[in-house]
């Protein structure tokens, strides 16, 4: 099979759930001279039907008929870039906290939701919520290039039906102040699992192209609840929200914020936008850093060609670079009053989500508790991937991926903080530290009603299974409050350590009474943090032997730290946009 790498392979027709090969750009308004139209129409010639990108092995580009179908019976033809960034909806939400009286019921009356009954019933558990009642976040973001409405005008295309080219799944932590965005690629071979069709039947299921998800039932308006289950199969973790957003809906965001600022490391030239048009055709976009919105906007998040290897793996580092500078971007300016109502009112039109978001006061209230999420702990990062021997598509690398789906359900940061939600400091107490008192064992010394103000992240710094969650009852049976956060960065701890604020040295060195022999040491993070060692594993008869006991049933496997070839490939929404935004050799 002949083709680029991050290029999918041509399917039959009738192939269960077969994604149709994407085309060229379809028509913009007031396209430039020598632009888009002109590539259109030298790739369709007089006839009028739909320019597919030339085959990388052979064929002629385009072609006046067959369109579509012509490609599918011949040589795989090329993907069109034709992206939209779904972190678009996340601003989107924030936007209506200004919103009130008729322009609400006007929201409301947008706001189009899929069908609850095309959520799969056998799912991954929620997340249990912390002593105070914090709960993290799943969010599947997924850009749509739709067919339908006047998104052929921006780049859609003209035939019917609806892609997936970008997708997101967005983990908010449990305290609010983390978030996480993990690209998947869209030619992923993955397990797709049974889907309802618009007809009410079900699908058989089977591996195939992760995108190919979203297009099961060939509508304009996608697929969303079998991407949704098809992610909740591969990753384990339960989806809590869905938003789908197509090309209307970004290109509104990216008007409504005056722009987003973008870096690209050489020039973009229309023969980059569309190779069918066969030459370099004019200047779309500069070479360096730039400010896009709309159009130009769409083009920088479409692109693929004229950069790096020409791969999707580029395309979603740009994506992730100007994920990172719109967020940034509102975060730092706020919201406008003259662009908030025409902005709000666009956007949903163009928002498709989950039963649980809709209504107007229900995004509300989810985009609120984005608030406080800082740029430099949202981060963007990619599903460890590879290239598949047998063809141009990609397999996720394990266990690398499946490490990070742990990490994720342990509420833990790709870097190792625990962000199960941040405990108050205690109040600061004169004295060094409370009256000892002459009890009999050390849990008696430690238990008292004071002791539940005080809130204990637990780790565990071993190797051995259930750990974290031995300490958690002891901490607990000692009228503390605790929760086990998961594994630690560093699983070869031989003592068990206290990681204390500054306002929590005296909690601090009672709570060190429940574990004789621990170490204390100051951090800088708040509260106090229990990492268990093999001190206490020795103490509580849980040795190397005892990792290799069967797992309780239910019991959620302990986060491993995750391999460098994630966490050095992560972005942070405060890095240089013009930092990380290709791969591969050729720019």
């Not at 976040?137 to 019917?160: H, M, P, Q, T, Y």
């Not at 625990?418 to 008696?444: C, L, M, R, W």
């Amino acid at each position: 099979m002949a083709g680029r790498r991050g290029e999918s392979p041509a399917r039959g027709e009738d192939a269960p759930g077969a994604l149709p090969a994407d085309g060229a750009a379809g028509g913009v308004p007031g396209p430039r001279s020598g632009g888009r139209a002109e590539a259109r129409r030298a790739a369709q010639g007089k006839g009028g039907g739909r320019a597919d990108s030339g085959s990388a092995g052979s064929g002629t580009p385009g072609g006046g008929t067959g369109g579509r179908a012509a490609a599918r019976r011949g040589a795989k033809p090329k993907k069109n870039v034709k992206k939209i960034v779904a972190w678009s909806a996340a601003g989107v939400l924030v936007l209506i906290a200004g919103a009130g009286g008729a322009i609400y019921y006007k929201l409301n009356a947008n706001i189009k939701s899929f069908d609850a009954d095309a959520i799969a019933t056998d799912r991954p558990p929620e997340a249990k919520a912390d002593a105070d009642g914090n709960k993290p976040v799943n969010v599947l973001l997924i850009g749509s290039d739709s067919r339908g409405k006047n998104n052929a005008d921006l780049g859609g295309g003209e035939d019917g039906g609806a892609r997936s080219d970008t997708t997101i799944l967005l983990h908010v932590y449990a305290d609010h102040k983390h978030a996480v965005g993990i690209s998947i690629p869209r030619n992923t071979i993955v397990p797709i699992p049974s889907c309802k069709l618009p007809n009410g039947k079900w699908t058989k299921g089977g591996n195939d192209l992760f995108n190919a998800a979203f297009s099961v039932g060939g509508s304009d308006d996608g697929n969303p609840a079998c991407t949704q289950n098809t992610v909740e199969k591969v990753t384990g973790i339960r989806v809590d929200h869905t938003i789908v957003v197509d090309f209307n809906g970004f290109s509104a965001m990216t008007k409504a914020v005056n722009g987003v600022d973008v870096c690209l490391p050489k020039p973009i030239y229309e023969g980059d936008i569309n190779p069918n048009l066969h030459k370099k055709g004019n200047l779309v976009l500069p070479q360096g850093k730039q400010t896009v919105q709309g159009q130009q906007a769409l083009d920088y998040v479409r692109l693929r060609h004229g950069i790096g290897d020409g791969s999707d793996i580029g395309r979603m580092k740009r994506q992730q670079a100007f994920m990172s500078s719109l967020a940034t971007k509102m975060k730092k300016d706020g919201l406008s009053p003259t662009n908030l109502l025409p902005l709000a009112d666009a956007a949903t039109k163009s928002l498709t989500v989950d039963p649980g978001l809709d209504s107007a006061d229900k995004l509300l209230s989810f985009g609120l508790s984005l608030k406080n999420i800082d740029m430099h702990d949202l981060k963007f990062v990619t599903a460890p991937w590879r290239y598949r021997t047998q063809d141009a598509n990609i397999d996720l690398v394990q266990p690398d991926a499946n490490k990070l789906w742990e990490t994720l359900k342990a509420d833990q940061t790709i870097d190792g903080q625990n962000a199960t939600g941040q405990q108050p400091d205690a109040a600061a107490s004169p004295s060094a530290a409370p009256q000892p008192t002459t009890p009999s064992t050390p849990a008696a010394a430690a238990a008292d009603a004071s002791n539940a103000s005080v809130k204990v992240a637990v780790y565990n710094g071993t190797l051995v299974n259930g750990l974290a969650g031995k300490a958690t009852d002891l901490l607990k049976g000692a009228k503390y409050t605790a929760s086990t956060a998961g594994q630690a960065a560093n699983t070869k701890y031989r003592t068990t350590t206290i990681e204390y604020s500054s306002s929590q040295k005296a909690n601090a060195e009672k709570l060190a009474a429940l574990f004789p022999g621990a170490s204390l040491e100051p951090g800088s993070s708040r509260g106090i943090s229990l990492i268990v060692g093999q001190d206490f594993a020795a103490a509580n008869g849980m040795g190397a032997g005892a990792s290799s006991a069967p797992a309780t049933a239910g019991a959620q496997t302990p986060a491993q730290p995750l391999p460098t070839t994630v966490t050095n490939d992560a972005r942070s929404a405060d890095d240089d946009i013009c930092a990380n935004t290709t791969y591969g050799s050729g720019g």
